[in-house]
């Protein structure tokens, strides 16, 4: 590939972004990026697409599979004209600048051709020689020959040169005479590519903790003690022992299960200082799936600090601890002793300085995340600057920016993080990429081609029923084979079929072979939830010329083999039973017309702070008009209140350089003094008034962004308020930006953590607080070394890169007390007004109750979003409990509501760092640009349909529909409903509320559901 073919003479920047590294981040980066009309070269080191997320078992909190939740997104990214994936492929140089880079990608050869393979599997059957496999932790083996995982992405097999008798000693090569597809090339050869792009994401993912560290723990002596990627394998339906955990020393199951935080995190000996941010919680996932594969085991978590600092992760954290009855211990074994008489022995020591020791039978090591093994290569191959852990380093307040321009870096090689903040990043990374090659937008996309619909009408019901294995996560329990034997004998059922991995590549493609060769018009798939998978296949029926409205899901999984684990015959009867009924309603399946609706080019902006600042910027520089509302005099919101960040630059200085380029943004209306008084519509064309000072203005617009923001907790507790010594950190901030921060005699300081958070007012964490108290703290000793500072505190949440801030205050002698929320600390006033104040708290070092006199304390209050309700009840979005606004999926749609075309950011969504606020701004600003980019939008046909016979215009729809997508023209006579497609959500409401039923829904009509609802009576009539 050359730039010369590449993009066409003359244009000033190439509309194609490289996007290193095929992980979640990655792979949604890619899908952002296709989706603003940029093509993509995805370039990935190992033979597929996926990253350690593919090797998990379930997500916490949402309980999703996690392959599950992944693969629909590996294959759509598979089968996109415009993503060009490249396995076996690194990067080796990036030459040029910004808009005009030439990439240097070193490609390793497959020995298999992609192209031809049709992963069948033969080579590896006949493969003589074994490897570990690397996808189960080499708990298992594979051959030289293989694929890295049975979805992968591409589907095509590889071998590995270093193991390959062929390869190496010219003996062997039975894959190639067993191939029938004749796809094996032992004579290919490593490539150098050369690819013009305008701009590079980085997202190689993260390394793992080395075996030096883990063997300190006894990891590679002791048979029993796994890592946490292991366990991982061992939890998961696909994992070698099939989802059964069982010690490795005798293939037992454990008794007694002990998980050690911090293996290579928050360690100086290994050089990892900082915090993983991640295994906190995922330990309390693997908790609790270890206890339901064996209610009766006994766990045991072993913390320094619980860091569960993410949106809804305390409740769940609480939730998971009281249902499971773990026991949490704040300890840090130094070691694991193996005994004589069979298990493992940890030894400890409690705050209150006893010592402990006892016997496990499985101890797993939450291993921490480090930058990736060829971190410093990629740097240089990049040409970025790595921090002193070997992460990309970013600023503060261009927290997806590295040091040279037009490279972005997204995921766990900006930092430790989770599934929600990579995803996140990379919607912010594809915003930045599309303004940065705006006016190269769709110049080097290809448009994806379908066959011609078939037209359906008239025929006799052809339905095919593929079931699915899903590995052992269905099969383990419901016996497929007798469901799909049971789906040939349905009536219009004229194909039946098992699947191992449904939702798979290759069983895409062989379903559209499928509908073809069998004349099939009507599709049932048992297998997963739709919620995940149904778009999928969708696609897959328009591949073959099917509409996709003409397909049924029955969810087996979570509906049959969760919930009815222990009980197989259940579960299959069930199964049957939900087949049935899918392909009872399926033979009344229609086709559905799809819409294609235009797009108003312009986006609102709600808020004007921080968060919306940045979306307004990120939306004007890609190409869009934007307005910008403020219900406040002046822009900048709460941001303006911080005097100092983590580095000691003032955050005021960076809001007034953002201030100035929205204001001064040809594209960015600017409307303060306003509110919003009224939305209505639909994506793609909203219309709302702004209510100002000087009147009302109607905008027209194609999609809103919410930044409304959120503010400081007003505590009521701690005298705060009564006494002039207590003050929040936020009024403190003020005093140290001021010349006399300080009276000359403070000579003592308290600061007390979670104030109204963490189930005292609030019910969440607010994340920002500990990291607050440390840099206020630091700032202080800054100004007086021998002043005296205790903050009390649960756990100190300085995830990430903040824990070098925790032990740089703890070297200055900044004093740490940690209390149970059940005693907190109490203050009170001294004798005297001049008196010191008296805080009371109990000391776990002591054993006993003190009072310290101190001169001031300060409290770490949370944070409160901005009353939602109004503007949710406008949109019709949902909010949380605690009020912030609910994503529509938070491992997959972070920043997404739950009406198309709604978006939002920052304290809204829920409390978060400038930098994060940052990053998720941006995010919002590119799934927002994303509709007004194409132009024009695509509803989803499950829609209400309006039968104007049988409409007697009451009304009763138009005043009950929650989306305000129905309206009756009392102009028109005889006055009958209407249906505003691009609104209406399919909910039902409507059709539920005619008197006539003269609604019904596409896909979910009244005679659909009453066959449905026949098919499953009439098998059980004799019950």
């Not at 609706?597 to 940045?614: D, N, R, S, Y």
């Amino acid at each position: 590939m050359h730039a010369s073919e590449a993009h066409p003479s003359g244009l000033q920047t190439v509309g194609s972004v490289m996007v290193v590294g095929g992980g979640v981040a990655g792979v949604q980066a890619a899908l952002d990026l296709t989706e603003l009309g940029l093509k993509v070269y995805l370039v990935e080191k190992s033979g597929a697409i996926g990253g350690v997320m593919a090797r998990l078992d379930k997500t916490f909190p949402t309980n999703d599979c996690s392959l599950c939740i992944l693969a629909p997104k590996l294959v759509e990214a598979g089968r996109d004209p415009n993503i060009v994936i490249l396995t076996l492929s690194e990067l080796i140089a990036l030459e040029g600048e910004s808009g005009r880079f030439t990439a240097k990608i070193r490609k390793q050869p497959r020995y298999i051709d992609e192209e031809i393979c049709t992963g069948c599997g033969q080579c590896t059957l006949y493969c003589l020689k074994q490897i570990g496999d690397e996808y189960n932790e080499n708990l298992a083996s594979t051959n030289a020959a293989h694929i890295d995982y049975a979805q992968a992405v591409p589907t095509s097999y590889h071998i590995d040169p270093k193991s390959c008798l062929k390869l190496n000693y010219e003996t062997c090569g039975l894959c190639a005479s067993v191939c029938q597809a004749g796809a094996i090339r032992f004579d290919q050869r490593e490539e150098v590519l050369e690819i013009p792009v305008g701009a590079v994401i980085l997202a190689p993912g993260f390394g793992r903790v080395s075996e030096e560290v883990l063997g300190r723990y006894g990891w590679g002596r002791f048979a029993d003690v796994l890592t946490a990627f292991e366990h991982e394998r061992l939890m998961c339906a696909s994992g070698p022992t099939g989802g059964e955990i069982v010690r490795p020393s005798d293939e037992k199951h454990p008794r007694k299960i002990a998980f050690l935080q911090c293996i290579g995190s928050r360690d100086e000996m290994c050089g990892n200082n900082y915090c993983s941010s991640v295994c906190c919680m995922y330990a309390i996932k693997q908790a609790t799936l270890a206890r339901e594969h064996d209610p009766h085991c006994e766990i045991t978590l072993f913390y320094m600090d619980v860091r569960t600092h993410g949106k809804g992760f305390d409740a769940a954290r609480e939730r998971a601890i009281a249902e499971g009855n773990f026991r949490v211990i704040y300890a840090r074994p130094p070691k694991v002793e193996d005994v004589f008489d069979g298990g493992l022995l940890l030894n400890w020591s409690t705050e209150d300085g006893k010592h402990h020791g006892e016997k496990f039978d499985l101890v797993v090591l939450s291993q921490g995340l480090e930058a990736p093994d060829d971190a410093e290569q990629l740097g240089r191959a990049a040409g970025i600057d790595l921090n002193r852990y070997h992460f990309a380093q970013t600023g503060t307040y261009t927290p997806l920016a590295t040091s040279r321009p037009g490279v972005q870096v997204i995921g766990a090689f900006q930092g430790p993080k989770d599934i929600p903040d990579s995803v996140t990043q990379a919607g912010g990374a594809a915003a930045l990429c599309s303004g940065q090659l705006a006016l190269a937008r769709g110049s080097e996309m290809t448009r994806a081609e379908f066959p011609p619909e078939r037209d359906i009408a008239g025929e006799e019901p052809r339905i095919g029923v593929f079931v699915c294995h899903c590995g052992i996560n269905i099969a383990g329990v419901v016996d497929v084979r007798a469901v799909r034997d049971y789906a040939r004998e349905l009536p219009g059922v004229v194909y039946a079929t098992d699947n191992l991995y449904s939702c798979s590549q290759d069983t895409q493609q062989h379903l559209v072979e499928i509908i073809k060769k069998h004349n099939l018009n009507r599709i049932v798939v048992s297998a997963c939830t739709p919620r995940t998978h149904e778009p999928l296949f969708q696609a897959t029926l328009r591949d073959a010329g099917l509409n996709r409205a003409l397909f049924e899901m029955a969810n087996i999984r979570d509906q049959c083999s969760w919930v009815h684990m222990h009980e197989p015959q259940q579960a299959t009867d069930k199964a049957k039973d939900l087949v049935r009924m899918a392909v009872a309603k399926a033979a009344h399946l229609t086709a559905l017309p799809e819409q294609r609706l235009p797009v108003t080019p312009a986006a609102l902006v709600i808020g004007g702070g921080l968060a919306g600042l940045t979306a307004a910027l990120a939306i004007g520089e890609q190409g869009f008009a934007t307005t910008l509302v403020e219900e406040a005099a002046t822009l900048g919101g709460r941001a303006l209140l911080l005097s100092a960040d983590r580095f000691g630059d003032d955050p005021r200085k960076a809001m007034q350089t953002l201030l100035n380029r929205v204001q001064a943004h040809p594209r960015i209306t600017v409307r303060t003094k306003s509110r919003v008084a009224s939305i209505s519509g639909y994506v793609g064309n909203f219309t709302t008034t702004i209510a100002g000072e000087t009147g009302s203005e109607v905008l027209h617009h194609g999609v809103a962004v919410i930044a409304t923001g959120g503010r400081a907790y007003a505590p009521q507790q701690y005298l705060h308020g009564v006494s002039e010594r207590v003050m929040t950190q936020l009024a403190l901030e003020k005093k140290l930006a001021s010349g006399r921060p300080l009276a000359a005699k403070t000579k003592q300081v308290a600061m007390i953590q979670c104030v109204g958070s963490r189930g005292e007012d609030l019910a969440y964490c607010s994340r920002v607080c500990c990291g607050q108290a440390l840099k206020n703290s630091l700032r202080l000793k800054a100004l007086d070394p021998a002043l005296s500072i205790t903050i009390f505190y649960r756990d100190m949440r300085a995830y990430g890169f903040l824990e070098d801030e925790y032990r740089k205050a703890r070297e200055l002698g900044v004093l740490f007390t940690r209390y149970n929320p059940d005693n907190p600390p109490r203050v009170r006033a001294g004798r005297g007004k001049s008196s010191p104040l008296i805080v009371e708290v109990f000391d776990p070092i002591l054993g006993q109750e003190v009072a310290r006199e101190v001169d001031l304390v300060v409290l770490s209050v949370g944070i409160v979003p901005e009353d939602p309700s109004e503007l949710a009840r406008m949109l019709k979005v949902p909010v949380t409990a605690d009020k912030f606004y609910l994503e529509a999926h938070v491992k997959l749609r972070p920043v997404d509501l739950a009406v198309d075309g709604v978006y939002v950011c920052g304290l809204a969504h829920g409390p978060k760092t400038m930098d994060e606020t940052i990053a998720q701004a941006q995010a919002a600003a590119g799934r927002a640009c994303q509709p007004l980019a194409k132009g024009a939008i695509s509803p989803e046909p499950i829609v209400s349909q309006v039968d104007p016979d049988l409409c007697i215009g009451c009304g009763a729809c138009e005043t009950f529909c929650p989306y305000k997508a129905i309206k009756i023209d009392k102009e028109v006579k005889p006055r009958k409903a209407q249906i505003l497609t691009a609104s209406c959500k399919g909910c039902g409401v409507c059709a539920a509320r005619c008197p006539t039923m003269a609604i019904d829904m596409g896909r979910f009509t009244l005679e659909g559901i009453r066959a449905q609802i026949h098919a499953f009576a009439k098998e059980h009539d004799h019950e």
